[in-house]
C-alpha cells in the first residue's frame, strides 16, 4: 500500500516537474542562442562606433554577460524558482563589486570619455599630470606615453580625463619663441637685425598668409646681466623642433660674428674692509 502510495507521488512529480524542466532546457538552449546571436551583432555595432578593439571588445563582453544572466534568470522563473532573491542577490554583489572596484570603474568612464571626447590621438604629443610624451596606445583602464628618450608612463585614463591636458600635436602651426640675453653694452637694434635675418632666411620659417604674422624680433626684458630679446616665429608642427635648434644655432653663430657677447649670470662682490684692523 505505501509502495502504491510512494509511486503514485513520484508519477505526480514527474508530471508536475517533468514538463517545467524540459521546458527551462528548452528555454536555456533557445534563448542561448538568442542572446549569442545578439551579442554577436552588438559586437559588429561596437567595432564600427569605438575604434579602440579593447574598449569594443570588453563592452561588448559586458552586454553578453549582462545578456546571459537575464537568460538564467528566466530559466529559473519557467523551474518555478523565485527570483526575487536572485535580483537581491545580483544587487548586493553589483554593489560589493562597484565598491571595491570604485577606482577600476573611474578609470573606465575616463577611457571612453577619452575616446568619444578625442583630446588626444594615438601618436600625438600631449602633456598632462606634469608629465609629456607621445600617445602610444589608449586602453581601457589606463592610457600609454612613450617620452622623448623612450620611457613608457602609464597614466590612469580617471585621472587623464579629469585634468588639463595640452596637445602639442593637434594644431597644424606652433610659434616658435627663442629669447637670446646680449650685453647691456651692445647695440639692441643690430642684435635685432641679426634676428630678423636668420628667422626670414629659414626654409621652414612660415610667413604672412600661412601663418598669423611673419617673423617678429621684440626685447622682452631687461635681466640682471643682460637685455633679453625675442624672435617668435611660425613653423609647420611636424617642424617645431628642427626650426628651433636650426635657429638657435644659427643665431649664435650670427652674433659671434657680429661680435655681439651673450653673457653668462655674473654678480659683482663687494668686499668691506675693516677700518680699525
Known amino acids: 500500500m ?24 528548452i528555454a536555456l538552449v533557445v534563448g542561448w542562442v538568442i542572446v549569442s546571436f545578439i551579442n554577436s551583432l552588438i559586437k559588429k555595432g561596437l567595432k564600427k562606433a569605438i575604434p579602440d578593439p579593447a574598449l569594443s571588445n570588453f563592452l561588448s563582453s559586458i552586454i553578453g554577460v549582462l545578456l546571459k544572466v537575464l537568460l538564467f ?28 572596484l570604485q577606482g577600476s570603474l573611474s578609470n573606465f568612464a575616463g577611457g571612453v570619455l577619452i575616446i568619444l ?6 601618436g600625438e604629443f600631449i602633456e598632462a599630470k606634469g608629465m609629456s610624451g607621445t600617445v602610444k596606445s589608449i586602453q581601457i583602464f589606463h592610457t600609454l606615453l612613450n617620452t622623448t628618450d623612450n620611457k ?4 590612469p585614463n580617471g585621472e587623464l580625463s579629469n585634468s588639463p591636458i595640452t596637445n602639442y600635436s593637434r594644431e597644424p602651426i606652433r610659434r616658435v619663441d627663442i629669447t637670446i640675453g646680449i650685453s647691456y653694452g651692445d647695440d639692441i637694434k643690430t642684435a635685432k637685425n641679426i634676428m630678423m635675418k636668420a628667422a626670414n632666411a629659414h626654409p621652414l620659417v612660415l610667413k604672412e598668409g600661412d601663418a ?16 633679453n630679446i625675442a624672435v617668435r616665429s611660425w613653423a609647420k608642427t611636424p617642424d617645431y ?14 652674433m659671434d660674428e657680429a661680435g655681439i657677447e651673450i653673457p653668462f649670470p655674473q654678480r659683482t662682490v663687494w668686499m668691506k674692509s675693516d677700518s680699525n684692523s
Open 73 to 100: 534568470i528566466v530559466v529559473a522563473s519557467i523551474v518555478g524558482i523565485d527570483t526575487t532573491s536572485f535580483a537581491a542577490i545580483i544587487g548586493a554583489a553589483g554593489l560589493a563589486i562597484g565598491l571595491a
Open 152 to 155: 613608457l608612463i602609464i597614466i
Open 2 to 25: 505505501n509502495f502504491n502510495i510512494e509511486k503514485v507521488n513520484i508519477e505526480k512529480l514527474i508530471v508536475t516537474y517533468g514538463l517545467q524542466v524540459l521546458y527551462a532546457i
Open 241 to 254: 623642433w628642427t626650426v628651433f635648434n636650426q635657429l638657435i644655432e644659427e643665431l649664435k653663430y650670427k
Open 117 to 122: 571626447l578625442k583630446p588626444f590621438r594615438i
Open 212 to 227: 598669423p604674422s611673419d617673423p617678429v624680433v621684440i626685447v622682452t626684458s631687461l635681466g640682471d646681466s643682460s637685455v
